[in-house]
Structures are given as C-alpha cells and as structure tokens.
C-alpha cells in the first residue's frame, strides 16, 4: 500500500518534530528560568558592590578627615603645654623678683625706721645736753631745725618703701591669680581637647574596622559577581535566538523540498 509509506513517512516526521519541539521547549524553559535569576542575581550583585563602593569611599574620607582634626588637636595641644611651661617659667621669674625687691624694701624701710630711732635718742640726747649746758638759744634752735628736716625726710622714705613694700606685695597676690586662672583655663582646655582627640582616636579605630569588613563584603560580592557574569557568558551560546543566515535558509528550503519530492515519488509508484 503507497499511502501506508505516505503514512509511515508523515508520522515519523511527526514524531520528529515533536521531539525537537519538546527539547526547544524544554530548552527554553530552561534558558528562561536562568537567564531570569542570573540577570535578578546580578541586579542584586551590582547593588551590592555599588553600595559597599559608596560606604568604603565615605569611610576613607570620614578618616582623612579624622586623622586631620587629630593632629590639629595634637598641635594645639602641644601649643597648650608650651604655653603652660612657658607660664610657669615667667612666674617662677616673676616671684624671684617679688622675693628679692620684697626684701629689699623691708630692709631699707626697717634701716630707716632705726635710723629714725637712733636719730631721735641722740637728738633728744642733745637738747639734754645743750640745755644743762645753757648754750645760746639761736644755736640750739638751729640744731632742733635741722634734727626735724632730717627726720621728715626719714619719714618720708620710710612711708615710700612701705608703699613700695605693699604695691609689690599687691602685684604678687594678682599676678599669682592671674597665673592660677591661666593654668585653669589650660588644664580645661588641654582636657576637653585630650577628650575630643580620644574620642576621634576610637571613632578611627571603629572606621577601621567597618572598613575592613565593607571591604570584605565589597570583595565577596565582586566575585560572585564575577561568577554571574561567567555563568551568563555560557548561557548566551544554547539560549540566544540565533538569526539563521540565507545559506541555512536555502538549505533548510532545499531539504523540505527533496521530501516533498520523495514522498511524491513513493504516491507515484
């Protein structure tokens, strides 16, 4: 029977392209699912390295800018210690010579204080003498003068050493105040800035390891990145659609045409 070939031939055409049909649909399904979750998998990837990017290049500015104030810090307050030292320098000056122009004043106010008393026994002394001796009047009167000039002129420095004694006295206590705020006002400084260097210090430290850590992450995610875009790469050959050229096209045409021909020579026969 001719058309029992005719039938045989159709149907194993049939099965044929059915089972090419079921392995392109099976294929596709396939290069679908895949290409789906990789390019989904890269998205995420690339999101991923973008963000520890961002996060690793604010962390190393964040820490330029740290170590600055740190030194900035450090500078002002090795210029907090130089003042300090120089302060106490001064002061330690300062009081040599309080100490040296206080006793110096004394001295000379307690030197003229008994001149002053020496002065006085002897001018007294005298006009004893002079009166038991019964000497002319205008003479004694002259001497008594002369007893009394000098012995204001005595009061006289006397009462400016002691001022002297005590507006050197009085300069001490405020210059000895002014010292003691100074040295307050830099220990405070020097502490709040210790502090805020300290503070920065351990800001730095716990940048550094965020730092390690993003990079770790920045590394992990790269190279399953990487691994994505590998596995995409072989993915392309069996799931891009491929345009079949004019050469395939005459081919395929030609093959159809040579089983047209076939199947009309075994209806012939």
Request: hydrophobic share 35%.
């Amino acid at each position: 029977d001719p058309f029992g070939k005719v039938t045989g031939l159709i149907e194993g055409l049939i099965e044929r392209l059915l089972a090419e049909a079921g392995k392109e649909a099976d294929a596709k399904a396939f290069c679908d699912t895949e290409t789906q979750k990789s390019n989904q998998r890269q998205a995420e990837l690339t999101t991923q390295v973008d963000k520890h990017a961002v996060r690793i290049e604010k962390s190393t500015a964040h820490k330029a800018t740290l170590a600055q104030k740190i030194r900035s810090n450090q500078a002002e307050i090795g210029e907090i210690d130089t003042q300090d030292a120089e302060a106490v320098s001064f002061r330690q000056k300062e009081h040599d010579a309080y100490v040296e122009a206080e006793a110096e004043y004394k001295q000379s106010a307690e030197a003229v204080a008994n001149a002053m008393q020496v002065l006085q026994d002897y001018y007294a002394q005298g006009a004893f003498l002079q009166t038991g001796a019964k000497q002319a009047p205008e003479l004694g009167g002259a001497k008594t003068d002369i007893a009394s000039t000098i012995l204001e002129m005595l009061e006289v420095a006397e009462a400016d050493f002691t001022r002297l004694l005590a507006e050197t006295e009085a300069s001490e206590t405020e210059a000895q105040a002014a010292f003691g705020r100074l040295q307050q006002d830099n220990k405070v400084s020097r502490a709040a800035k210790s502090q805020e260097k300290k503070g920065q210090e351990s800001e730095v430290k716990s940048l550094e390891m965020n730092l390690l850590n993003y990079k770790d992450d920045h590394a992990s995610s790269s190279k399953e990145l990487d691994a994505v875009l590998a596995y995409q790469d072989k993915l392309k050959p069996q799931c891009e659609t491929k345009v079949m050229t004019y050469e395939e096209r005459v081919q395929k045409r030609e093959e159809e045409i040579a089983g047209l021909k076939e199947a009309l020579e075994i209806l012939s026969a």
